[in-house]
Structures are given as structure tokens and as C-alpha cells.
């Protein structure tokens, strides 16, 4: 059993605090903000140095080139994977009703078998479902049927696309912890990527921003004061 779940970064554990069991983290915001590159580090961190057994739900992503792109950041899931610590599901592209039932089927199998399952990303989910009442219905189910009471970790993925999301909102009241991703590109080809901590559920948190500046594989992050 794992008794906290790192954030995938000892820098991150330290400013905003691991993560307990039965947690749901949201982690949002445009492609290529590094929403997929920060599942990675905790799916990593947490398999290598907790023993942590993970499922990762990928829409549409060929997982050979999952595990190509988690190499070239430093990440070597290949093992994790052919020794079964780590696993990852392609989701199909399927009629819609089906592809909800194989998502949420997926998400409870997942919740029997291993400690962290990740949606990458629950957006298509909340985009087929029709109506507040509906989406509503399927998190309440999806989530608190699976994660209350227990020693998991789920993590959702979604896209942020514009500023005033209902379904992002609906998201973020539902989790415990939401993290927003976001990044800018300098001349010099540098990127700067911010952490933004939205929410942290049971904790007094005093900061919101974290400032992550990534230049090749090395992360750097420092805490911004609001």
C-alpha cells in the first residue's frame, strides 16, 4: 500500500505537499501546456520509488509512442511496462455510448488492480455526455463509487480550450487537487511552463504558482509568491 503519492518531482512534494491516498487530481490546460509530460513524472516517480502499480488510460495514444516520448524527457517507463508496474490502455475510437461504458469500465478495473489510474484525457467523456444532470451522474459514479474510502490515486486529464469551461468547473468541484498547466515559448527555444495549484482540498495552502523553466531535460522550479 502506498501511504503518500509523490507529485512526481521532489521539488513539487516539497512546495505543494504529497498527495493522500483516495485523492483526486485534475490536471488542465491547453496541448501542449505539459499536462501529459507531469501524468508521466507521477506514474513514474511513484512506480520506481513506492512500488506503485499504474494503469494509464490514453485516448487515441499509440502506446509505443508513449513510451518513446517518457524516454526522451528521461523517463523510462519500458521497463515499468514489461515488468507489468505500469500499463497502458488504448482507448478505441468507438460510437459514443460505447466509448463512455469502455472508459468507466476501464476506471473500475483499473480501481481493483492497481493504485493509480489515469484518464489522459476524460475530455471526449465529458464532451459526449449531454447535460449538467449527465456528466453530474457519470463523475459521481465513475469517481466516488471508486476512489471514496479507498487507497488510490485517480488523476483526470482535460483540455482547456477557453477561458469559461463548464465542464472544466464541473471537474474541478468534483477533485481534490487541481493543478493548471501552462507555458510560454522564448525566441531562444527555452520554454517556461507555470503550475498554477487551484485547488488542494483539506490543506491551507499560501502559494498558487509554481514556475517550472525547462530547458532540455533539466526542470527547475521555484515558488512565486502571489
Avoid at 68 to 81: F, Q, R
Avoid at 93 to 108: F, G, P, R
Avoid at 178 to 190: F, M, P, Q, R, S
Amino acid at each position: 500500500m502506498v501511504e503518500r503519492y509523490s507529485l512526481g518531482n521532489e521539488e513539487l512534494d516539497e512546495l505543494v505537499g504529497e498527495l493522500e491516498p483516495g485523492t483526486i487530481l485534475l490536471i488542465e490546460g491547453e496541448p501542449g501546456a505539459g499536462k501529459t509530460t507531469l501524468a508521466l513524472g507521477i506514474a513514474y516517480r511513484n512506480a520506481v520509488e513506492r512500488n506503485a502499480k499504474v494503469l494509464y488510460i490514453a485516448f487515441g495514444e499509440i502506446p509505443e509512442k508513449l513510451v518513446k516520448y517518457a524516454g526522451s524527457i528521461g523517463l523510462g517507463i519500458e521497463k515499468l511496462v514489461s515488468e507489468g508496474r505500469l500499463r497502458i490502455e488504448r482507448v478505441p475510437m468507438v460510437s459514443d455510448k460505447e466509448l463512455i461504458d469502455i472508459v468507466t469500465q476501464s476506471i473500475a478495473e483499473g480501481m481493483e488492480s492497481y493504485d493509480i489510474v489515469i484518464v489522459d484525457s476524460v475530455t471526449p467523456v465529458m464532451k459526449l455526455l449531454e447535460g449538467y444532470g449527465s456528466k453530474r451522474a457519470w463523475l459521481q459514479t465513475t469517481l466516488y463509487d471508486y476512489i471514496s474510502g479507498s487507497e488510490k490515486l485517480l488523476i483526470f486529464i482535460a483540455d482547456k480550450f477557453q477561458t469559461e469551461d463548464p465542464d472544466l468547473k464541473l471537474l474541478e468541484f468534483i477533485s481534490d487537487v487541481v493543478i493548471l498547466a501552462e507555458y510560454n515559448v522564448y525566441k531562444t527555444g527555452d520554454i517556461e511552463r507555470h503550475l498554477i495549484v487551484r485547488k488542494f482540498r483539506g490543506r491551507t495552502v499560501s502559494y498558487t504558482h509554481l514556475r517550472a523553466h525547462e530547458t532540455s531535460l533539466h526542470l527547475v522550479c521555484r515558488l512565486l509568491l502571489e
